[in-house]
């Protein structure tokens, strides 16, 4: 396990390192989120084929992310590319050492956030599919079809002129503020859950994956930054008070 985790790690560092030598030249964030994808990609097919094994639970989990890392890559490059910027990265950008911590951060978010599908391909021994395997991919999709479709709906508003200056509250955004997000935790959560039929003990590290997803979308680059954005720009404004009170940030009637 461990020189799969070594060696995923210095790659994720290397790929993201390199991409960053060419933002900071270019003083450019609109590859910073393609990066990240291609970096998820290339890291589990690379530890797949390391291992050599290619047992049916490492493909379909594998293909999992694979999946997901695709599917989200290429609707955020099309996003930047329409709108020509990401507002994270304003300030930071033209700061060559914040912007590097900022690409860093990424390779280890990259990571953590495949901990569990990287110690599954790392076993050398398989058991038989079972029920928590279908729990887990059962969530997963849960979670894509969850996130997919947040996605597209606050794609379809924004593409609106009609909607220029308005916050999103239609469709699955009007039940949690931040569907998108839940999405993604559950779905990395899902990967967990169906990895660990293979855990020994020390592997339940892999359960830092979806803590520290949940942690970085609530409290560093998601909620927490779009939500100060937003208060900047429609906190005075009654309606928008009214749907920050009434919607609920991410788990209904939860949280």
């Known amino acids: ?48 084929l390391h291992s050599k094994t290619f047992f049916p639970r490492q493909v379909i989990q594998s293909n999992l992310v694979i999946a997901w890392a695709t599917r989200l890559g290429a609707f955020l490059f099309i996003r930047i590319l329409q709108s020509g910027k990401d507002g994270r990265f304003n300030k930071i950008k033209t700061n060559p050492s914040s912007f590097f911590i900022a690409w860093t951060l990424q390779a280890i978010w990259v990571w953590t956030a495949l901990l569990p599908t990287l110690i599954l391909n790392s076993k050398k021994s398989d058991r038989q599919i ?66 660990s039929s293979v855990f020994r003990p020390v592997d339940y590290i892999a359960t830092l994956s979806p803590i520290c997803i949940a942690l970085m979308l609530v409290n ?31 788990l209904p009637y939860i949280y």
């Open 220 to 250: 560093v680059s998601g909620i927490t930054f779009l939500e100060r954005r937003a208060l900047r720009r429609w906190g005075s404004d009654p309606e928008f008070q009214n749907f920050m009170a009434s919607t609920y940030r991410l």
């Open 130 to 195: 079972g029920y928590r395997d279908y729990l887990g991919w059962a969530l997963w999709l849960c979670g894509m079809v969850l996130e997919s479709i947040s996605d597209y709906q606050k794609y379809s508003f924004r593409s609106d002129p009609a909607n220029a200056n308005k916050w999103i509250s239609t469709g699955l955004w009007g039940v949690v503020r931040h569907p998108n997000y839940l999405g993604e935790i559950l779905l990395w959560t899902g990967l967990l859950l169906s990895a």
């Open 1 to 48: 396990m461990g020189n799969v985790l070594t060696r995923s790690a210095v790659g994720s560092l290397g790929i993201n390192w390199a991409a960053f030598i060419v933002a900071n030249a270019l003083k450019t964030e609109k590859f910073y989120d393609l990066t990240g994808s291609l970096s998820f990609v290339g890291i589990i097919i690379q530890s797949l």
